[in-house]
Structures are given as structure tokens and as C-alpha cells.
């Protein structure tokens, strides 16, 4: 199975600044032949189901605010949060989904307010 | 309005089997683009995929738990329904499920994997003698 590792563990970030979380899996999600990483990220507030946030590494779902970035390729990804607002406190998720199964999930990044 | 919404027993006891059932609505279950998985989350703890059921019928099951699992979809029913045998105190989890979402592939002619892009609220599953 592919694991999929995240950093940090924890993150604390004041209010407007720059948040950035990292995702390493142990195999290239990237697919040569359409050029695409199937890497997703997952935004959980507590009491509440995972949210998708960013599908294909870099494309924002539908309704997610701009300040939500994804990048990366191969086997390094980043979710990169432009300005934190008090709403994005949240534990953050990836997720590959090109060797399935099974789709495995990063251990989380929980994310607060400095 | 796309939504899923898991049913189940709160409590079972150890060595039982649980039946949990995935209601879905706002989409067909014989829909190629989507399918339905079923994933679940011990407390405080990190997301786990169990597994996952196409209109088709092509299912795939958790490496580590395909002994236990099975998925079955009755489409005209608008149901997705996964079996756990042998319960476990440490299957005690928030079991959900969630709408995977496929792209086509036209080079191919085959349809790639997806993100799942809805999920259920989920049903909390307590396993104690």
C-alpha cells in the first residue's frame, strides 16, 4: 500500500499569516500518461465529516475559497492556506487516489490559531 | 442536492457482525462516473478506507480488512450496504461514507480514479461487551 505521510503533525498559525502543510507519499501519484496527480486534500472541523477541499493536486472543488492552494507533483505535495482565518482551524488530510486500493489518507495535520 | 446518510447500530457487542447501510440521494447508483466507499474514523484518530463499490459492481476492499468486509449496492433502492464480521473493540469508530467522483478518460476509453467529493454525516459505532 502507498503511505502518505504529512508534516507537521501540529501547526499553529496567527491570524492572516501564511499556512503551509506538507504531504509526501512513499510512491509517485503522478500518471504519466493523462499527466495528473491523484492527490486530494481534506479539510475536517470537529463534529463534522472531511470536506473536499483540492482534487488533482491543484484544482479547488467547487465553493472553497481561493486562499486554499494545492501544488506539488510525484511524490511531494503542499496545502498552502494564503491568509488564516479563524474558520480554516481544522485537522487537514491528503489522500492518493491512483494505486486503489486502497485509497489511503495522510495521519493529519491539525491546524490552530497562534 | 447530493447528500449520503449512513445507518446503523450504536452498539454491538464483540465477535458480532455489523451491518451498516449507506442512503444515497441526488444521484443514481447506476451512474459509471460514481461510486460509493465506506471509511471510518476511530476517535481522535486519522481516516481509514474500508471500501468501495462502482455501478458495475467492481468492488475493492482495505488490504488489511478484506477478511471482514463485504459491499453490495441495491441501485434501485438508492442503497450502498457494508458487512463487518468478528467485531472488535477496536473497530469502535465514526464510520462514513462518501461519493467518489470519476473523471473519463477519452485516450483510454476507461474511467480514473476520483476524490470523494461527498460525504455522509456518519454514524458512530461503539463495540463493548
Known amino acids: 500500500d502507498i503511505v502518505m505521510t504529512q508534516s507537521p503533525d501540529s501547526l499553529a498559525v496567527s491570524l492572516g499569516e501564511r499556512a503551509t502543510i506538507n504531504c509526501k507519499s512513499s510512491?509517485?501519484?503522478?500518471?504519466?500518461?493523462?499527466?495528473?496527480?491523484?492527490l486530494a486534500w481534506y479539510q475536517q472541523k470537529p463534529g463534522q465529516p472531511p470536506k473536499l477541499l483540492i482534487y488533482?493536486?491543484?484544482i479547488r472543488e467547487s465553493g472553497v475559497p481561493d486562499r486554499f492552494s494545492g501544488s506539488g507533483s510525484g511524490t511531494d505535495f503542499t496545502l498552502t492556506i494564503s491568509s488564516l482565518q479563524a474558520e480554516d482551524v481544522a485537522v487537514y488530510y491528503c489522500?492518493?487516489?491512483?494505486?486503489?486500493?486502497?485509497?489511503?489518507f495522510g495521519q493529519g495535520t491539525k491546524l490552530e490559531i497562534k | 442536492q447530493v447528500t449520503l446518510k449512513e445507518s446503523g447500530p450504536v452498539l454491538v457487542k464483540p465477535t458480532e457482525t455489523l451491518t451498516l447501510t449507506c442512503i444515497v440521494s441526488?444521484?443514481?447508483?447506476?451512474?459509471?462516473?460514481?461510486?460509493v466507499s465506506w471509511i471510518r474514523q476511530p476517535p481522535g484518530k486519522a481516516l481509514e478506507y474500508l471500501a468501495h463499490?462502482?455501478?458495475?459492481?467492481?468492488?475493492s476492499y482495505s488490504t488489511s480488512l478484506e477478511s471482514r468486509l463485504t459491499i453490495s449496492k441495491d441501485a434501485s433502492k438508492s442503497q450502498v450496504v457494508l458487512t463487518m464480521t468478528n467485531m472488535d473493540p477496536v473497530d469502535t469508530a465514526t464510520y462514513y461514507c462518501?461519493?467518489?467522483?470519476?473523471?473519463?478518460?477519452?485516450?483510454?476509453?476507461?474511467?480514473?480514479?476520483?476524490?470523494?467529493?461527498?460525504w455522509g454525516q456518519g454514524t458512530v459505532v461503539t463495540v463493548s461487551s
Open positions: 462518501a461519493r467518489i467522483r470519476r473523471d473519463y478518460d477519452y485516450v483510454w476509453g476507461t474511467y480514473t480514479s476520483g476524490a470523494f467529493d461527498i
Open positions: 441526488g444521484f443514481s447508483l447506476t451512474n459509471a462516473r460514481m461510486g
Open positions: 463499490i462502482f455501478s458495475n459492481d467492481e468492488k
Open positions: 510512491q509517485s501519484v503522478l500518471y504519466s500518461s493523462n499527466n495528473r496527480n491523484y
Open positions: 488533482w493536486a491543484s
Open positions: 489522500q492518493q487516489y491512483y494505486f486503489t486500493p486502497p485509497y489511503t
